[in-house]
């Protein structure tokens, strides 16, 4: 291969991919709050609720993992404004990225909570408990710990997958990438230093979920 | 010994004379009988093929045009965009005309005729709103789609004004078409055809062009050198201007009138 590397053009502009990094962190923050609400109040409800609840749900579940995440940013974005709800870039970003990761994360928790045995739960009873508190120490407690891994890969799915909400003229890293791209022509080294940022962002993830992990799961095994 | 050399050497020279690149005059072409030029199929309305798998559109007349003009036949290479210069520069064609923007970069390896028709880079919003120039569009939202010449201009002339109009950057014309229909956006930044391909879909009515950013025009690409052949085509430019041949081509192919065709 006999191109010759110029990343000059792209370090002059460092200004413009930190702003794009910066969103794309606080999109991926918001949208992961958000979501982690939605999972833990829908899973417990998809398990202990009534049934038009758990239909609901389960209803909801279906149609986001069904559809691809580009489809959802659409829709917020284009279809949603004639019925009457307008959003910006970056409000229908966050609103399609927390639905996105919300569904997924139901599923994720639901699977932890399906797997407390159901004599704690009965002992729980026995004790007088009340079926919040049950709830709260006995059934999700354990469950969040055990499936805490598998929400944080999911957690930094989602992170990758906000270079998706540029097609919504969100100005996130990637659409920053293109930008420059379109600019200096130099594509390959405009993907390289995207691919870079995108890489320390989720160790700098990585590193926060693992802390809080050690902090809130403490009690032995 | 030394007499087959000589003659050897003048036959080669004139052998390598006669394939050289040469100044082409308007006569050679005529003795020649056929008029060989580069089109491109991919480009509606100027170059594009029809039912029947030929080459049709506004650049394809006209090339028929000129051909009929110089009583030679015609005889089309289809060649992409990148392979239009080299076309000529290779002898393989005598003329281009196809969407050939006039550019000082492009000056330098070919030359061009006077513009026969161009295309302008525009604002479009909706009828009610009023809009004559970038000023007008401060405070509001105009979607384009990234690295267009209207993303450029509105962007550059945004930043120069205090970041006073809010652009949002599309991957394609059909997302930035829709952030204006679906009401994201106040206007949008478009080409020719966005005007077009807006009056097609459902909403398009309620919609114009405000205003146009910058226009390119068209030229017929030729060979340096060729001054005769150029002195000729631009003639020729000429005529079909004036006779208003070339407005007719217009409202057949692109259902609109040109914009105004400068002379260089």
């Known amino acids: 291969m006999d191109y010759i590397f110029h990343f000059g053009p792209i370090f002059a502009r460092w200004e413009l991919f930190a702003r794009g990094a910066l969103l794309t962190v606080q999109l991926a923050s918001a949208s992961m709050a958000i979501g982690l609400l939605i999972a833990v109040v829908g899973a417990v409800l998809r398990s202990f609720g009534p049934a038009p609840v758990r239909w609901v749900i389960a209803a909801y579940v279906e149609l986001i993992r069904n559809t691809p995440l580009l489809v959802q940013l659409y829709v917020v974005f284009f279809v949603l404004p004639p019925l009457g709800l307008k959003m910006s870039s970056s409000q229908a970003a966050v609103v399609a990225l927390s639905a996105n990761l919300g569904a997924y994360a139901i599923e994720i928790i639901r699977a932890g909570i399906e797997s407390t045995p159901r004599g704690l739960v009965e002992a729980g009873l026995s004790l007088g408990m009340s079926r919040l508190a049950i709830i709260r120490h006995i059934v999700l407690a354990p469950a969040l710990r055990a499936i805490f891994p598998a929400l944080a890969s999911q957690f930094v799915l989602q992170l990758l997958g906000s270079s998706l909400v540029s097609a919504i003229a969100a100005e996130e890293l990637t659409a920053v990438g293109n930008n420059v791209m379109m600019q200096t022509f130099r594509n390959f080294e405009v993907f390289l230093m995207v691919g870079a940022i995108y890489f320390v962002l989720v160790q700098i993830f990585q590193t926060v979920f693992d802390g809080a992990y050690r902090r809130l799961f403490r009690w032995p095994a | ?264």
């Open chain 2, 1 to 264: 010994m030394r007499r087959m050399f000589r003659f050897l050497a003048v036959a080669a020279m004139a052998v390598l004379a006669s394939t050289a690149a040469q100044a082409q005059t308007v006569d050679e072409i005529i003795k020649k009988g056929t008029l060989v030029v580069a089109i491109d199929t991919t480009t509606p309305p100027y170059g594009m093929l029809d039912g029947g798998m030929q080459a049709s559109g506004f650049d394809i007349d006209l090339a028929g045009l000129i051909a009929k003009s110089l009583g030679v036949k015609l005889e089309f290479v289809t060649v992409n965009s990148p392979g239009r210069i080299p076309a000529l520069l290779t002898n393989r064609v005598d003329i281009v005309v196809s969407i050939f923007s006039i550019t000082a970069e492009r000056a330098q390896q070919v030359w061009f005729s006077n513009p026969y028709a161009g295309q302008c880079s525009a604002v479009v919003g909706p009828k009610n709103l009023a809009a004559k120039s970038l000023e007008d569009l401060k405070g509001k939202k105009i979607a384009v789609t990234r690295g267009t010449p209207e993303d450029n201009i509105t962007s550059a002339w945004s930043k120069e004004h205090g970041d006073s109009i809010s652009v949002l950057r599309f991957d394609d014309y059909p997302s930035t078409m829709q952030a204006m229909l679906a009401g994201q956006v106040d206007l949008m930044g478009g080409g020719d055809y966005g005007d077009i391909y807006l009056r097609k879909s459902s909403a398009g009515e309620g919609f114009e062009m405000k205003f146009p950013l910058r226009c390119f025009h068209f030229g017929i690409g030729l060979r340096r050198g060729n001054t005769d052949l150029l002195k000729w085509l631009n003639t020729f430019v000429y005529t079909v201007k004036n006779d208003g041949t070339l407005d007719a081509l217009s409202m057949k192919w692109r259902k609109a009138p040109l914009p105004a065709l400068p002379t260089m």
